[in-house]
Each structure stands twice: as C-alpha cells, then as structure tokens.
C-alpha cells in the first residue's frame, strides 16, 4: 500500500524528500522532531505509530530491532477518511 501512496504524492507533484529525511532517522533509530507528533496508535493499528512528515502529512509504520516496517503514507484525509 505504502508504494500507491508515494505514487499518489507523486503525481499531486509534491516533494518527496521531507518522507525520505523522516524514514532515514526512524532508520537511524534519531529522535524526531516534536513537530513530527510521533506517537504510538491504538485499537485497530495497535503496534504501529503515526507520525507528521509536514501538518496534513502522515506516515504510518513501526520499528523492531531488525526493521522498519513502512505501511501508510498520506494526509489525514487519506488515511483515515
């Protein structure tokens, strides 16, 4: 699901690199900035997290000690309707 949303965010023609420096420090095990909102999700997406490339920009996905696991790009709108 996560490359149809990045095909979506391509043909809107919006920049990709604010996801790419976001996926490197969840990658790099770097905090995040407290403008990202990362934050763990709850009920239906529990064990994943949530946080905000840019306000109305979302990424979900979760960390293990081997991998990043990268589910759901997209706004708010896209993501949870």
Known sequence: ?????LKLYLK?????????EVVLK??????????NQDHPLHGKLVGKRDC???????LI???NKKEVM??????Q?????
Do not use: M, Q
Not at 70 to 75: A, C, E, I, P, V
């Open 1 to 5: 699901k996560i490359k149809k949303d």
């Open 12 to 20: 809107r023609r919006l920049n990709l690199a604010p996801f790419y």
């Open 26 to 35: 969840i990658a790099n095990s770097e905090p995040l900035e407290p403008s």
């Open 52 to 58: 905000h490339i840019e306000p109305d920009w979302v």
């Open 61 to 63: 996905y979760s960390v």
């Open 70 to 75: 990268l589910y759901r790009t997209g706004t």
């Open 77 to 81: 709108a896209d993501l949870y309707g």
